[in-house]
């Protein structure tokens, strides 16, 4: 039997949930509480750290009290998140309004309401990138991040006592994602690590750390002995991971009875998540070929030279800055997205919230036309489809067209004049390109606008 088979042979009550989950819990904060301990021993015997030592000696004798609290299998005694944490992410994310909130003035209520959901998710992840840049130097420290570790890791032990929460997370396609999630917080984390060390090392007149170890070795048998020990210790975790976790396969693939949500390999998810907002020949199409040919055109565009072969953040800030927003907020988490809070019919879901396959999110999608002509000139759509879409065409044709130059009058004058014309346009035009998805998602989420130019007579919509 796999671990987490029980969790899915079919809907039980809280009791008997809780009972199924108890003995996996007691496991988890056991490991956490070894992961702890190790961590103390190291600091003590190797970096001579005692204060912190204790510390983390202390944090694990809280996850060896909470591992047998846990195993009992009693709701009263299973360290779970408070309610009202849950019911604020339930509002939040899922727009599911608790009762305590009920009584709040109007006009928060509805500002909340208007701004939940995937609004709140993508601006809230954004929050904390601009959050995490800012104050990098403090959340870059080892203590600082181990901390973060163990709270992310309790806050995940405890939200499991949820039903919903555990279905989600602990579904086998999904495990390898939130496996890969905390995979790509530690290695943002040691490159950011290594960046802000060498910024200051920089400050200081010093070479980067990657200057003082260039020691080159030999292939053999240096770097085979070290990818045998890898590839030995990769095949016994897929070991070990084939016999825990049951197999994701599903019955064979009929036209009668599909999936529900139907999503695309983990991967894609951030594709289809784009689908969302923009046509199959943009989001599809034309939106991954950019980004193809953008990565391409970057060495020819660069025109700095720094930063070549070590860590750094100061030396190329603007490069660190593109390259973090658009892989992690523009694609990580759109993938996080598409894999955690997007259920049946395609509805944004809390991770507390039950898949209920007859929610129906009421979206009344307009078009810039509609908004224009109809709404705010209460006139009927002009028969001529070049005149109905005028406002589009302009709108688009002023955002390519006319911020460019302005830009690089203003914002990006520096890089004006270092690139030079051509690579300052190719820019320019891959940089708005770039940022007109989350510009379509906020304005989809908040003013349902569906398309800017819709030419559904020759499936020209953008």
């Not at 395609?346 to 507390?352: D, E, G, K």
């Not at 898949?355 to 759509?381: E, I």
């Not at 014309?421 to 190719?426: I, K, P, S």
């Amino acid at each position: 039997m796999t671990l987490f088979a029980p969790l899915f042979a079919a809907e039980v009550n809280l009791a008997e949930f809780l009972e199924r989950i108890s003995g996996f819990l007691g496991g988890y904060y056991v490991v956490l509480a070894v992961m702890n301990a190790a961590m103390a021993l190291y600091l003590w015997q190797k970096k001579g750290e005692t204060r912190w030592a204790l510390v983390w000696v202390g944090v694990a004798a809280l996850f060896v009290i909470l591992s047998p609290l846990a195993a009992s299998g009693y709701q009263s005694m299973m360290p779970g998140l408070p309610q009202w944490m849950i019911d604020t992410v339930n509002w939040t994310l899922g727009r599911v309004q608790p009762a305590w909130a009920a009584d709040w003035p109007k006009p928060i209520l509805a500002i909340i309401n208007w701004g939940g959901g995937a609004t709140f998710y993508s601006v809230g992840t954004t929050a904390l990138l601009v959050i995490l840049f800012i104050f990098r130097r403090f959340f870059v420290q080892p203590m600082v991040a181990w901390a973060m570790l163990n709270l992310s890791l309790l806050g995940m032990g405890m939200a499991m006592t949820n039903p919903n929460f555990a279905a989600i997370v602990t579904k086998p396609d999904n495990v390898p994602i939130v496996s890969m999630v905390f995979l790509l917080g530690y290695f943002t984390w040691l490159a950011a690590y290594k960046a802000v060390q060498n910024d200051e090392r920089t400050a200081r007149g010093e070479v980067p750390l990657e200057k003082l170890d260039d020691e080159k070795v030999l292939v053999w048998p240096d770097l085979v002995y070290t990818e045998l020990i890898c590839m030995i210790a990769l095949t016994a975790l897929l070991l070990v991971w084939a016999i825990v976790l049951k197999a994701p396969l599903e019955e064979p693939a009929s036209r009668v009875k599909t999936p529900n949500p139907s999503k695309a390999p983990w991967y894609f998810l951030g594709l289809q998540e784009m689908l969302v907002y923009f046509d199959p020949w943009y989001a599809g199409v034309v939106l991954p070929s950019l980004v193809i040919f953008g990565l391409m055109a970057i060495p020819y565009m660069d025109f700095n030279k720094k930063g070549n072969g070590y860590y750094t953040i100061a030396e190329r800030k603007f490069s660190y800055l593109v390259f973090q927003f658009g892989f992690l907020d523009l694609w990580v988490t759109l993938i996080v997205l598409g894999t955690f809070l997007r259920g049946p019919n395609w509805n944004i879901f809390s991770p507390f919230e039950e898949w209920d396959a007859h929610k129906v999110d009421v979206l009344n999608n307009v078009n810039l036309s509609q908004y224009f002509w109809v709404k705010w000139l209460q006139m009927p759509l002009p028969q001529n489809l070049l005149i109905r879409e005028l406002p589009g065409i302009i709108a688009v044709l002023a955002y390519l067209i006319i911020l460019p130059p302005l830009m690089a009058v203003t914002v990006f004058r520096k890089f004006f004049v270092k690139m030079g014309f051509m690579r300052y346009m190719l820019m320019a035009t891959l940089l708005l390109l770039m940022m007109s998805l989350p510009i379509k998602m906020v304005l989809r989420w908040t003013v349902n606008l569906k398309y800017i130019i819709a030419i559904p007579e020759y499936f020209l919509n953008f």
